[in-house]
């Protein structure tokens, strides 16, 4: 009897299918986006504001937010983990900066895929 292989996700970024094989390879269990916390409300009750941190690691019971966007563009997701920090305490959430990322994709191996990080095409690609 086979057993069926899960499907991977559609991953918004390169960077999260890599940091995915990371994972994959060291045994640790992730989820993809599983879920979104609202943040700001208008007057009606409707959110406005939400944030779907990339990855979430039970085992950790770690939320992950991995950004390659330049450190003067990050502000946006400062804000969105200060605000998940003060909303929701006691939700554990770790931001991967690009220098982060670049370093872990070396340290692993991935040089190939450490170049793009740094390069200006990485900005494009970033929500």
Do not use: C
Not at 39 to 60: E, H, I, K, N
Not at 99 to 117: C, H, Q, S
Request: negative net charge; proline residues 7%.
């Amino acid at each position: 009897m086979s057993q069926e292989t899960p499907q991977q996700p559609q991953f918004a970024h390169k960077i999260e299918e890599e940091f995915a094989r990371i994972l994959d390879y060291y045994g640790i269990e992730w989820e993809y986006e599983p879920r979104t916390f609202p943040l700001v409300w208008d007057d009606d009750g409707s959110v406005t504001t939400a944030f779907s941190p990339d990855f979430y690691l039970p085992g950790q019971d770690l939320y992950v937010e991995l950004t390659t966007l330049r450190p003067k563009l990050i502000r946006h997701k400062n804000r969105k983990i200060r605000q998940m920090a003060e909303l929701y305490p006691d939700i554990n959430v770790k931001l991967f900066k690009r220098d982060d990322l670049r370093n872990l994709m070396i340290k692993f191996g991935l040089d190939g895929e450490a170049a793009p990080i740094v390069g200006t095409d990485a900005q494009d690609n970033d929500q």
